[in-house]
């Protein structure tokens, strides 16, 4: 364990600098640190989990199920990647939140895929807010379509909303629209709405306009080769 103390030093800035965000905004509340971990060995994530992480958040399926039975199996496991529907099946029996909802048909087969196998899932829609060609992430002009399909659905909670920003703009805009667009919807959500926005790039920013989940991968465990 000895060779993973950086991350301990990791985690222990981050959550300074969260706690330094919430502070700023006059925020009463922290939100949750979601590990990102895709090319993480399941050793640096476990050490993570040991040291208070509680949620994981998983990029690709297939790396997510060769590391399954290694992690610790108290961490709860967010799917934040872009879920193709003929691979739903292959995560519904371990995972019951996915952030990637970003369409009508994905949230139709994920009702119906946990329906199947007497499941529930918590489920984010995903919003492309700076309009990126070729990035995943619903237009937010379809929203209330998405919204609408979403609560008609069995099987499935709506929770809130996900976004990444352009990564060259400054981030600003972008989480104060997407916390926006979630008090204007807030009729269609059980409880306050969740809010996931920020990785290791911006996510201070994101604390201030109000996320409740930060995503965070390279600020925890450091540079991975992410061609694999």
Known sequence: MDGHKYIAENLK??????????????????????AVTKTVPPEKVNYAIDLGISVLGENKVQEYLSKRELYNPSAKIHFIGNLQTNKIKQIAPYINFVESANSVNLLQKLSNCYKNFGKFADILIELNVGREIGKTGADTDTLPELLDAAKSLDNICLKGL???????????????????LAAKYSGYFPDKPILSMGTSLDYPTAVEYGATHIRIGTALFGKRDYTT
């Not at 996900?162 to 926006?180: K, Q, R, W």
């Open 13 to 34: 800035r981050i959550q300074e600098n969260v706690e330094n965000a919430v502070v700023k905004a006059g925020r009463k509340d922290s939100p949750c640190i979601i």
């Open 162 to 180: 996900m976004t990444l920003p352009p990564p060259s703009d400054d981030p600003s805009p972008y989480f104060y629209g997407l916390a926006e």
